[in-house]
């Protein structure tokens, strides 16, 4: 949550909202700080995915940093491989960002507990104002708090005005409502901004509509059954379940732990336990998808690698022109060992048939070096 990254989150969200009036309505759905306490309106919540985004997909931001991840060790190969899902679905995340919760406004429901001061004002249930009234009411009062405590970031000003209010916001069923007929247009045109495929657009649809189901299957514990539920509902759909199930869990990182902040007995914290289990129950459901994951996370690093090299001047063909090594075995053993000097920054050079090439193989010990810290 850099200045640069949420200063792109909000300037992505001017860029939509001018482009589709109704975004601006996050910035009427007040959010409480029980599971929301990132800000006191949901404006807050999808910047903070949208700079998330941004910063792991510019690769300044490494999800094996996080502590709780960083802890899984048997899931380092999950976690590098959820970084990279979000990257190459860059575009089905954005989008799913700005639909997910839009009809949070149609769904929304307040309470206070009984003598609060947000009883008083009216948030108790039964309510005698409209809902419209309700928001009204809040925002007024939310605009009023804060200008009485002028110096508070957004999280304290919503832990305050909570505490104060004791309001609680709730928007059961806005999954449901936000892939009715009712948002059709909505979805297409944020698709359409996106440049989404007509496979991209299905798979939205999906993760827009189970978001909340995943959540409540994997809040408490790891669970193979519900796994192969989500499984079911995949080929249902006509889409292939591994790549659903993949951006589903991306775009629960991005909900559950990047865009939500909870705070509960004086404590912030992140639902990532959410996603640690969902993990854990692709592991209980499908045994074998761990081994073929090794193998894909093998592939790609040996691709990377090779195009690390020829990024240098070091590809197989560059080497054997630049050093006039005819086809023999020998052009085998001199790419074997560039290899092994790149990965090595200790290793020294032996054959002295490299020592013109060493520039280049300094600049991909570096490449290599902060690619793989």
Same mark, same amino acid.
């Given at each position: 949550?850099?200045?640069?990254?949420?200063?792109?989150?909000?300037?992505?969200?001017?860029?939509?909202?001018?482009?589709?009036?109704?975004?601006?309505?996050?910035?009427?759905?007040?959010?409480?700080?029980?599971?929301?306490?990132?800000?006191?309106?949901?404006?807050?919540?999808?910047?903070? !995915?949208?700079?998330?985004? =941004?910063?792991?997909?510019?690769?300044?931001?490494?999800?094996?940093?996080?502590?709780?991840?960083?802890?899984?060790?048997?899931?380092?190969?999950?976690?590098?491989?959820?970084?990279?899902?979000?990257?190459?679905?860059?575009?089905?995340?954005?989008?799913?960002?700005?639909?997910?919760?839009?009809?949070?406004?149609?769904?929304?429901?307040?309470?206070?507990?009984?003598?609060?001061?947000?009883?008083?004002?009216?948030?108790? =249930?039964?309510? #005698?104002?409209?809902?419209?009234?309700?928001?009204?009411?809040?925002? *007024?009062? /939310?605009?009023?708090?804060?200008?009485?405590?002028?110096?508070?970031?957004? *999280?304290?000003?919503?832990?305050?005005?909570?505490?104060? =209010?004791?309001? #609680?916001?709730?928007?059961?069923?806005?999954?449901?409502?936000?892939?009715?007929?009712?948002?059709?247009?909505?979805?297409?045109?944020?698709?359409?901004?996106?440049?989404?495929?007509?496979?991209?657009?299905? !798979?939205?649809? /999906?993760?827009?509509?189970?978001?909340?189901?995943?959540?409540?299957?994997?809040? #408490?514990?790891?669970?193979?059954?519900?796994?192969?539920?989500?499984?079911?509902?995949?080929?249902?759909?006509?889409?292939?379940?591994?790549?659903?199930?993949?951006?589903?869990?991306?775009?629960?990182?991005?909900?559950?732990?990047?865009?939500?902040?909870? =705070?509960?007995?004086?404590?912030?914290?992140?639902?990532?336990?959410?996603?640690?289990? !969902? !993990?854990?129950?692709?592991?209980?459901?499908?045994?074998?998808?761990?081994?073929?994951?090794?193998?894909?996370?093998?592939?790609?690093?040996?691709?990377?690698?090779?195009?690390?090299?020829?990024?240098?001047?070091?590809?197989?063909?560059?080497?054997?022109?630049?050093?006039?090594?005819?086809?023999?075995?020998?052009?085998?053993?001199?790419?074997?060992?560039?290899?092994?000097?790149?990965?090595?920054?200790? $290793?020294?050079?032996?054959?002295?048939?490299?020592?013109?090439?060493?520039?280049?193989?300094?600049? $991909?010990?570096?490449?290599?070096?902060?690619?793989?810290?």
């Amino acid at each position: 949550m850099t200045e640069k990254y949420i200063r792109q989150a909000r300037d992505t969200m001017y860029e939509f909202e001018a482009q589709i009036s109704e975004i601006s309505q996050i910035h009427r759905v007040p959010q409480s700080s029980k599971h929301h306490a990132e800000g006191p309106v949901m404006t807050y919540h999808l910047e903070r !995915m949208l700079a998330t985004l =941004y910063a792991i997909c510019d690769n300044s931001a490494d999800l094996m940093q996080i502590e709780e991840f960083a802890r899984e060790k048997h899931l380092k190969n999950e976690i590098v491989e959820l970084q990279e899902i979000i990257c190459e679905n860059a575009a089905t995340m954005k989008a799913f960002i700005f639909a997910h919760d839009i009809a949070k406004l149609d769904c929304i429901s307040f309470d206070a507990p009984a003598l609060s001061k947000g009883a008083m004002e009216g948030f108790s =249930y039964p309510q #005698k104002l409209s809902i419209k009234q309700l928001i009204d009411l809040y925002l *007024k009062l /939310l605009r009023a708090f804060e200008v009485e405590n002028q110096g508070l970031d957004q *999280k304290e000003l919503c832990i305050a005005f909570s505490n104060k =209010y004791q309001i #609680k916001v709730s928007y059961k069923g806005h999954d449901s409502v936000a892939v009715s007929g009712k948002y059709y247009d909505f979805r297409s045109g944020i698709e359409d901004i996106c440049r989404l495929t007509s496979r991209d657009r299905e !798979m939205l649809f /999906l993760l827009i509509k189970e978001h909340i189901r995943e959540i409540s299957f994997f809040a #408490k514990r790891p669970d193979g059954a519900r796994y192969q539920i989500l499984i079911g509902i995949a080929q249902k759909a006509g889409l292939d379940p591994d790549d659903v199930l993949d951006c589903q869990l991306a775009a629960l990182f991005l909900d559950a732990v990047a865009g939500s902040i909870a =705070y509960e007995n004086g404590k912030f914290h992140s639902d990532i336990e959410v996603v640690i289990n !969902m !993990m854990k129950s692709e592991e209980l459901a499908l045994s074998d998808r761990k081994e073929k994951r090794i193998e894909r996370l093998e592939i790609k690093k040996k691709k990377d690698f090779k195009a690390l090299l020829e990024s240098v001047g070091l590809g197989a063909q560059d080497v054997f022109e630049e050093l006039n090594i005819p086809v023999s075995p020998e052009r085998a053993i001199i790419l074997k060992q560039i290899d092994d000097i790149v990965k090595d920054f200790d $290793a020294r050079i032996e054959d002295p048939k490299l020592e013109i090439l060493l520039p280049k193989i300094n600049k $991909a010990r570096l490449l290599y070096s902060s690619q793989t810290r």
